[in-house]
């Protein structure tokens, strides 16, 4: 059902996209500053949905980085650029290799795998922004599984044996099961593993979820072999169909998401060596997952 | 779950007597696998690369189970190329489970790679971090036709002659996306006109298998492979010479399938091909892939 905002001059419109996840939000010029009470308008929307596509935007990077921070503090990368360089605090999003051209070889392959964003740090990311710059005639969908669903799907049996557990997050792991080249010694030291709790409370409406993904490796006090096991189940359990919602992308998309609860991932269904696919990304820290 | 384990028996390896493959007795892969059956698995699959479980009854999560003895559950070929799900593949199948089959219902398969031949490949060496052990599990078997055939790639380099594996030392191959195993080529690629330049990882022709820490033959698939900074006829020519020899009948295994069988083969040191069978037969199997690290 649409919902009708009237925040002084603002007028926009929030229609849901799926039962799973995702709204749109339509009237709404992102690129310009905004009240606070628009801004609660929208993290009601975002409470209720996950995942908002802000239709129609064309953003700056300034202008980008302006919006994210109306959100919280700015998060920086681990990850490189095609060129080797450390990602500035917009980091681009795209199949374009080291001279600039579409390519079928990646510089990552992490964001093929199911993950949350920076769930490698103390404190991982709490809003991911996606700005869609140039995208291929069809096809580069996101898809996000909604973690909320994905707990009360479970047994009572399922969620009393989890609940005390906490699972291994590490940069190197990301690496090694997304099927990327090794983490550099600098890279892990810089990011040495990091623990969090399986089922993790989300901070805004109290509700539990599983918080998993391709950063995890283990579970800490149990036998490797016994953990990846327990990761490996909730993993399949979490990602089927049911809890999905396809993000189908359009010219001029910015999508906030929700990495707290979601797990999301990116489908190379185009020709990734013919079209390009550049989206500029801003990231808000959260909190300790608890 | 005690009793359970003093109950189990210790499980009966039965060499086929090829060059490869084994049948293994006394496991029931529905049932939970404790550690020293695991262990014991585990060897017999690194001494013999193949093993067959027959007459085993696995619904889908019993078959993700019965795969993560072997390894951390891995996507199917599509999935690891980052192109999402199968389009045959029904919502109710987690994406880890693959479905392959000639089987039309409504018009459309519902599963993949038809009733044609399969050549001879190792699955999904076209990507950067090939996944490790391939479990098929057979729900529905034509009257003849459809066997799989193995090949030990241990073997293959033991034999290689001197000459071939001097040419191959330190050298990498390409190992193409573009095309499945049936000749087919994948909708998200064109059509590959220069080898030199095609889409796909490169990896040592030469590799060391993780855990037994033998080296063995690695070439994946033979279409659009390429050997870099040889003139492609070159390339081709050694290609050729490296694919005659290692698919030669002395190091073959051939499989033929009874419903109820699971057949798990190590995709680092083996490759497998498909003959062809009456499309108007019906053949179903679920395959599930467990994880590998990047050859070398």
Request: hydrophobic share 35%; aromatic share 6%.
């Amino acid at each position: 059902m649409a919902q009708q905002n009237r925040v002084e001059e603002a007028a926009f419109t929030i229609n849901p996209l799926s039962d799973v996840a995702g709204a749109e939000v339509v009237g709404l010029d992102m690129s310009q500053p905004f009240d606070d009470a628009v801004l609660n308008a929208v993290i009601d929307a975002f409470q209720d949905h996950h995942v908002l596509a802000f239709r129609d935007q064309d953003l700056s990077e300034d202008q980008q980085l302006a919006l994210t921070k109306r959100f919280g503090e700015l998060d920086g990368h681990v990850s490189r650029t095609a060129k080797g360089k450390k990602s500035p605090k917009v980091h681009l999003v795209c199949n374009l290799d080291a001279d600039g051209n579409p390519s079928g070889a990646p510089a990552t392959f992490g964001s093929f795998y199911w993950h949350t964003d920076k769930s490698y740090h103390d404190i991982p990311s709490f809003a991911t922004f996606l700005h869609a710059r140039e995208l291929p005639p069809a096809g580069g969908d996101t898809e996000f599984a909604n973690m909320l669903m994905a707990y009360d799907g479970l047994d009572e049996a399922t969620r009393e044996r989890i609940a005390p557990l906490r699972a291994v997050h590490s940069w190197e792991a990301n690496r090694r099961n997304s099927g990327n080249r090794p983490a550099t010694e600098e890279e892990k030291l810089e990011k040495p593993p990091v623990s969090h709790p399986i089922v993790r409370t989300h901070p805004d409406r109290g509700r539990k979820s599983l918080y998993l993904g391709i950063h995890t490796s283990h579970v800490e006090g149990m036998p490797v072999e016994d953990g990846e096991r327990l990761l490996n189940e909730l993993h399949v359990h979490a990602t089927q169909r049911r809890f999905v919602y396809v993000h189908e992308w359009r010219p001029g998309d910015l999508v906030m998401w929700d990495n707290r609860c979601l797990l999301h991932r990116v489908i190379g269904n185009y020709d990734m060596n013919r079209y390009r696919r550049v989206l500029h990304r801003t990231v808000v820290k959260g909190v300790v997952p608890v | 779950m005690s009793l359970q384990e003093s109950d189990e028996k210790m499980i009966e390896v039965i060499p086929t007597g090829a060059m490869l493959g084994a049948e293994i007795r006394g496991v029931d892969g529905s049932r939970p696998i404790p550690s020293e059956t695991r262990q014991a698995i585990l060897d017999a699959w690194h001494q013999d690369l193949v093993l067959l479980f027959r007459d085993q009854q696995l619904d889908i999560e019993a078959h993700l189970n019965f795969a993560s003895v072997f390894g951390d559950l891995d996507l199917p070929a599509q999935g690891l190329l980052g192109l999402g799900r199968e389009r045959h593949m029904p919502d109710e199948i987690p994406e880890q489970v693959n479905i392959i089959s000639n089987i039309e219902e409504n018009g459309k398969p519902i599963g993949a790679l038809g009733a044609d031949e399969a050549r001879w490949h190792t699955d999904s060496s076209f990507v950067e971090r090939p996944i490790g052990a391939s479990v098929l599990y057979a729900l529905e078997v034509p009257p003849q036709g459809g066997n799989t055939s193995f090949l030990n790639m241990y073997a293959a380099l033991e034999d290689l002659p001197p000459d071939l594996r001097r040419r191959i030392d330190g050298r990498r191959a390409l190992h193409s996306c573009v095309y499945s195993s049936n000749g087919e080529r994948r909708p998200e690629f064109e059509n590959v006109t220069d080898v030199s330049k095609g889409p796909g990882p490169l990896h040592p022709l030469i590799r060391t298998h993780p855990a037994t820490g033998r080296q063995c033959l690695f070439l994946g698939r033979r279409l659009k492979s390429y050997i870099p900074d040889l003139p492609v006829e070159e390339s081709e020519e050694l290609l050729d010479a490296l694919w005659a020899h290692a698919t030669q009948p002395k190091y073959v295994w051939e499989h033929a399938w009874r419903p109820g069988d699971v057949v798990v083969w190590d995709n680092r040191c083996t490759m497998h091909h498909r003959k062809p069978f009456d499309p108007a037969s019906r053949r179903r199997m679920h395959k599930v892939h467990t994880m590998g690290e990047i050859p070398a």
